[in-house]
Each structure stands twice: as C-alpha cells, then as structure tokens.
C-alpha cells in the first residue's frame, strides 16, 4: 500500500519525470485492485484514494484516457455495479467519485444509454431516499422502563444505567460515523449527478423522463429536493455543500424551463433562501481564512448567489 501511495506522490510531481508507461502501469494497477471484491478492504480503499488523487490533479485527463483506452466502457459499467446498496459506503463514495471524474473529463466517450438506463436512474435512487436516524439503545431502554418491562432494582438500576450511558456513548459515535459517512456519500451523488445533466451526458428531457420514473408523481422530484435541503440545514460543510448541489441541480434545471412551476408552488427558493441564512456566516469564514481548497470546493459558488438566480428564474 505505501509503494502505492510513493508511486502516486512521484506521479504526481512534475519534477520527477515518472516514465509514461510507469504512469499506466500504476493506474490500470489502482483500477485492477479497486475492482476486485477478493482484495483486502485497505488495499482496495487505498487504491481507490490514490487513483482519485491522479484524476482529480494535473494528470487527471492523461490518467481517463489510460483508463478507457484500457476498460473502455465495462469501467463504467463495474463501477455503477458497485454503487449498489450491497456493498460497503466507502466503495459506493470512491466510485461515485471516479464516475463523476470520467464524466467531467471525458464525456464524449461515455455511453449515454448507459448513463440514461443505468447510471442515472441509481444515483438518483439513491439520493433521493430520505433516511431516518435510528433510536439510540438508551432511549429504547427508557421507553421500555416506562412502560414496565424492567422490574425496580436501585442496584441494578445503576449497574443498568451505566451500562446504557457506556453504550450510549459507543452508539452515539458510530452513529455519528455512519451518519457522515453517508453524508459524504450522498454528496457525491449529487455531484455526479450535476456533472451528468451540466455537462449535458444526456439531454434535458432524457433527465426527466429518469427523474419521473424515479419519483413518479407530479411535482414528486422537486419536492425530494426540497427535502434533501430542509434535511441539511446546518452550518456544517457537509451540510454546505449538499444544500449548494441542490441547489445549482435546481438552478440548471431552470434554466431549461424545466419543472418552474413546481418549483416556484413548493417554495423551494424560500427554503433554499432559509439555508443561505443559517450558512452564510460559514461561507464568509472559508473565503476569509482561504480553507476552502482541494478536491471539495464548499464557499464557491455563494449559496446567495445561487439563491438570486433562482429567485429571478422562477419569478
């Protein structure tokens, strides 16, 4: 794993002068391991990551065109396989975030029925589904202490409560994990999915006629996106650039004159509004301290601004 990530760091830096071919090498290498199920789940992730940091550098168009000179389409097709629920959400974000990369630079070689029939239809799937947080193990004690089920017991009581506090404490941390964890995979998602109507992969009635078939109903997509940010209205990053996808989604789909209605009769503009509120002082934070680097880009563009050319679409 670490020669992996030495090879990366050469290829990476200009003044090394790393051999072409040693450049392919190590990306069919990184995809080869990153695809195979029967390998270690660090290996696999550490190939993903440092096939994530060759595409989304300098080297990024060069490192597409090894790949689909050397997978051509059946890329595609092994990594949307791996979106599925089934598997891990670590594999589900890094290969949403190799998908996203092949289709921002290399959309001319994407097959489009695939990305209509396939692709699409998962990631909305998946972006659109609302997900609960689950009860904490102490609260479902307490409840059933209220309703009787415990017998009274001032030693066992204590031993009970804390041994509940104890888990309690676990529980709320790996809830916290998994909670950013699908975070960060939902963000993805959006972001894939922008790039594929953005960059125009498919045409903007192909994207309906998904979008519809996804969330039949009339007005049913953009009242899920309305959702997604009600659901993310938090000054966290995370939450930041959720709410921003949505966002720059909705804006672009207005611009095609699509769903406009909807839009304006479901007040996604004022809820969208609403959230600028409660994040604009994080965005102001970034721009000023100039965090706001690397692969995430989370104060540009302003949530305001997104808000002001929705306002005027709509109107």
Sequence with gaps: MRAMEILTELALDPSANLAMETKQNLINKQVHIFLDE????????????????????ATGTISVVCIMSEYNHSIVDQLTEILDAKNMVIYRTIAAEILENLCALHMNMMDKNHVKNTLL???LTEVLTSKK?????????????????????????????????QNGKINSSEQNESQTTMMELKEVLLSLTSVIFDKLII???EFDDVARKVAP?????????????????KATANSLRIVKLCGQIAVTMM????????FKDQKFVE??????????????CMLFAGTDCGAKKTARPLLSDLVKEAQVLVA
């Design 38 to 57: 029967g390998k270690e789940e660090d290996l696999r992730i550490t190939a993903g990551r440092t096939l994530l940091a060759l595409l989304s550098k």
């Design 133 to 165: 947080k689950p009860p904490s193990e102490a609260l479902e004690w307490h409840v059933s202490k209220a309703s009787g089920d415990i017998e009274e017991n001032p030693l066992q009581e204590d031993e009970e409560n804390q041994r509940v506090e």
């Design 271 to 284: 809820t969208l509004s609403e959230a600028s509120s409660i994040t604009c002082k994080l965005e102001s």
């Design 203 to 205: 045409s903007a009635e």
């Design 217 to 233: 109903g009339e007005g049913e997509f953009v009242a899920k996106l309305k959702t997604i940010v009600e659901e993310n209205c």
């Design 255 to 262: 611009r095609r004159s699509q769903y406009n209605t909807q």
């Design 121 to 123: 239809p998962k990631v």
